[in-house]
């Protein structure tokens, strides 16, 4: 029993020891507008949150060795609070951000005169602290009585705004939504699935979402070609097609994001059902 305990401490105890998390957020020279690049990978970080509990978040803003100190002060902070504002758009709670600061610049620590330009890229940066809270019963009764921890939101359905029983960072996989091979829009056999969907978030004004779409067949997480196009941005493209579908049958924009994820979640089943998109909850309001 001795023996028993102690495995079961060693695994609560690395379970439970990552307390932060950290994620940076790359900007164009004097620039504090995130690129969507960015916002996608932020985007990704965000919603690896949403199984964690968070005791606050730091935002740090910087900039490159270049502009005056005031400037640099001033752009690093607008960077800062570039980054805050998309945390609150995704559903984050702003009480929970506790430190928005801009640092300025970053000393260049050059090693070889080539490096110069790609250091200073890495400098034009947000960096974001998550501290996670922790929770020392839960670590007790993991080591004491063996107890299951939960591992997040599980994966719903429309039923579940339906129902009610929707929360902000569930996902929801739309199995019916298909796309045509290389392309933007919906098979045929799909629009009654998009309709039905297109009624349940006109009935529920107070959900806040994200569309996320994806392709199939990629290698190296790339996204694919959009044919009509000719843009290598087709997972955007499709969560576009909804987003704009969705504008269209009378849901407000406001309460909608979309963003492309390339090919980083496949599926492992047919190609087919790669081409997809899915909705993440960001945000749930008192129904009216």
């Known amino acids: 029993m001795k023996f028993l305990i102690t495995i079961l401490f060693f695994v609560s105890y690395f379970g439970f020891s990552q307390t932060q998390f950290t994620h940076d957020v790359y900007f164009d020279t004097d620039k504090y507008i995130v690129p969507l690049?960015?916002?996608?990978?932020?985007?990704?970080?965000?919603?690896?949150?949403?199984?964690i509990p968070v005791e606050k978040v730091s935002i740090y803003g910087f900039t490159d060795d270049r502009g005056s100190n005031e400037y640099n002060?001033?752009?690093?902070?607008?960077?800062?609070?570039a980054i805050k504002e998309m945390f609150s758009g995704y559903g984050i709670d702003p009480n929970l951000i506790t430190n928005v600061n801009g640092k300025g610049?970053?000393?260049?620590?050059?090693?070889?005169?080539?490096?110069?330009?790609?250091?200073?890229?890495?400098?034009?940066?947000?960096?974001?602290?998550?501290?996670k809270k922790i929770n020392k019963k839960q670590i007790e009764n993991s080591i004491e009585e063996n107890v299951d921890v939960d591992d997040g939101p599980k994966e719903k359905t429309t039923n579940d705004i339906k129902k009610g029983t929707i929360k902000k960072g569930d996902k929801i996989r739309l199995d019916k939504i298909?796309?045509?091979?290389?392309?933007?829009?919906?098979?045929?056999?799909?629009r009654k699935t998009l309709e039905e969907l297109a009624k349940i978030m006109v009935d529920n004004k107070n959900i806040y979402f994200t569309i996320?779409?994806?392709?199939?067949?990629?290698?190296?997480?790339?996204?694919?070609?959009?044919?009509?196009?000719?843009?290598?941005?087709?997972?955007?493209?499709?969560?576009?097609?909804?987003?704009?579908?969705?504008?269209?049958?009378?849901?407000?924009?406001?309460r909608m994001k979309y963003v492309g994820l390339r090919r980083k979640f496949p599926l492992g089943g047919e190609p087919k059902f790669d081409r997809r998109v899915e909705i993440l909850i960001t945000y749930v309001g008192k129904s009216e």
């Open 37 to 51: 690049t960015e916002e996608n990978r932020l985007l990704l970080f965000i919603s690896s949150l949403d199984s």
């Open 73 to 81: 002060l001033e752009l690093s902070q607008n960077r800062a609070d």
């Open 105 to 131: 610049e970053i000393l260049l620590k050059v090693l070889h005169e080539d490096e110069v330009h790609q250091i200073r890229g890495l400098n034009r940066k947000v960096e974001i602290i998550v501290t």
């Open 178 to 190: 298909y796309f045509k091979t290389s392309y933007s829009y919906v098979t045929s056999d799909s």
């Open 212 to 254: 996320q779409g994806h392709v199939c067949c990629t290698q190296n997480s790339r996204d694919a070609v959009d044919k009509k196009t000719r843009k290598r941005n087709l997972s955007v493209a499709r969560a576009k097609y909804i987003y704009d579908y969705l504008a269209r049958k009378g849901v407000d924009k406001k």
